[in-house]
């Protein structure tokens, strides 16, 4: 049978019909934009401490310093979590003994925050840490949240993506490898009606369509995706490479607002750098092999964001500027990993293969707030694990097979090989191998070599 693109030629590339898939396609995703990165705010944890109650007989100098001191980024702040114990200084204010000059502070005895927390309202109203006192002990309900926040995302990205399909037509090209060429056909001259060209009077030669009948119709799971151990070892390198990004680019997303200044300013520029990272991939995408210019900007953005410990404490819009740079790369590469995916993988399970890679990368956005959360004990760990994992998994994009000029696989047989018996010999030997070198003449020769 004819290559497919070339029986679909006269449709054109561009079309309407073209442009109304692509912006049905586009309109699905929008709202989770909208859904996914209002957590940020919905989430905000405000400046706290422990709550002294009116009734307490306390001077304004022992309210003032009910809270005992604790090291942050290089200074003494109030602890959030810990007062001093009401009862004594409750008897010292009533003698009248000043705090720090009469009362060695240091010696006092600590108690939780029995009595709630005062929340600051500098930046958040409400947020659901204020309402539900997710702070402290429970410190750890509030990445949770998060957590499962991204878990109603994940059903409704499903729910989003059903809706969609009701006015988005399948694919004519899986219909025909599940061999239901009447529908497939029927989609190819709507197409045709709507991009005003002729429809050739014959679209699908019967003749080649005989010759397919008596071929047995091949049945896929999602097994399929792990049946060799090259194809396994592929979709084991996709599911981490979509995981790990997708850690990256959440939990730069969600630590937007506890960068210095403005935590709205910091988003609305998190967001905005989005932009060039779409366009710049949209280039590279055209003109360069897709393993590099993915390797290459995870190695970038992971190289900037561990640059951010280097930073002095006072260089402040220098460390946003890198985590803005940070976020450029993994957005990018992120952006890059749909097509790359797709076009590794053959028609039969390319949408479950880029199905389970992206059910992966959700899985890296319920993860990513626990990242952001260790910024409460170090705040360049975050940035230390992430530039880590990102340049991690830049050096797992090296041993991917290359798709860029190559002819789409059109079944599992066809599927490329990894690259990691070619660099493991070169690095032994430090010679190439002659299917290598076969391979880097004719990457064509890649499709059929097994």
């Not at 996914?36 to 709550?51: D, K, N, Q, W, Y």
């Not at 307490?56 to 005992?68: E, G, T």
């Not at 041993?399 to 000029?405: D, L, N, R």
Request: net charge neutral.
């Amino acid at each position: 049978m004819r290559d497919y693109d070339e029986v679909t030629s006269f449709l054109g590339e561009w079309g309407l019909f073209q442009r109304l898939i692509f912006f049905l396609l586009s309109a699905s995703i929008i709202p989770n934009g909208f859904n996914g990165m209002s957590i940020v705010f919905l989430a905000g944890t405000p400046e706290h401490r422990c709550r002294v109650p009116d009734s307490a007989n306390l001077s304004s100098a022992w309210r003032n310093h009910s809270a005992p001191l604790r090291l942050q980024d290089g200074r003494q702040v109030p602890h959030n979590c810990r007062r001093y114990r009401l009862a004594a200084i409750a008897n010292f204010s009533a003698l009248g003994l000043e705090p720090g000059r009469d009362v060695d502070l240091e010696q006092l005895e600590q108690e939780d925050c029995l009595d709630g927390w005062e929340f600051s309202q500098d930046v958040y109203l409400s947020t659901i840490v204020t309402e539900w006192n997710l702070v402290c002990k429970e410190d750890w309900k509030t990445p949770l949240t998060t957590s499962l926040f991204f878990v109603g995302v994940l059903l409704g990205s499903f729910f989003s993506g059903q809706l969609s399909d009701r006015f988005i037509p399948e694919s004519p090209r899986w219909l025909i490898s599940q061999r239901r060429f009447r529908e497939a056909e029927d989609i190819i001259q709507k197409a045709a009606k709507m991009n005003n060209v002729a429809v050739p009077a014959v679209i699908f030669d019967p003749v080649e369509l005989q010759e397919l009948r008596p071929l047995k119709q091949e049945k896929v799971f999602i097994l399929d995706l792990f049946r060799t151990r090259n194809i396994a070892t592929i979709t084991i390198m996709s599911i981490l490479l979509w995981m790990l990004t997708s850690v990256g680019y959440f939990a730069l997303s969600l630590n937007s607002p506890n960068l210095h200044g403005d935590a709205y300013l910091n988003c609305f520029l998190s967001a905005l750098i989005e932009v060039p990272a779409y366009v710049t991939a949209w280039l590279l995408l055209r003109t360069l092999p897709r393993r590099y210019i993915i390797a290459g900007v995870l190695f970038f953005g992971g190289g900037v964001l561990l640059l951010i410990q280097l930073v002095p404490a006072d260089y402040n819009f220098l460390s946003i500027g890198l985590v803005m740079l940070g976020k450029f790369g993994v957005t990018s590469a992120f952006s890059m990993l749909y097509v790359f995916t797709a076009e590794l993988y053959p028609t039969m399970v390319r949408n479950m293969a880029v199905g389970i890679t992206s059910m992966a990368s959700r899985v890296g956005s319920i993860i990513a707030p626990y990242f952001v959360y260790l910024g409460a004990y170090n705040q360049v760990l975050p940035y230390i694990l992430m530039g880590s994992l990102t340049i991690l998994i830049g050096i797992i994009t090296l041993f991917f097979p290359e798709s860029f000029g190559v002819t789409l696989p059109e079944s599992l047989e066809e599927m490329q090989k990894v690259k990691c018996t070619h660099l493991i010999f070169r690095f032994r030997s430090g010679k190439k191998t002659r299917d290598s070198v076969n391979n880097e003449e004719n990457p064509k020769v890649l499709i059929t070599s097994f």
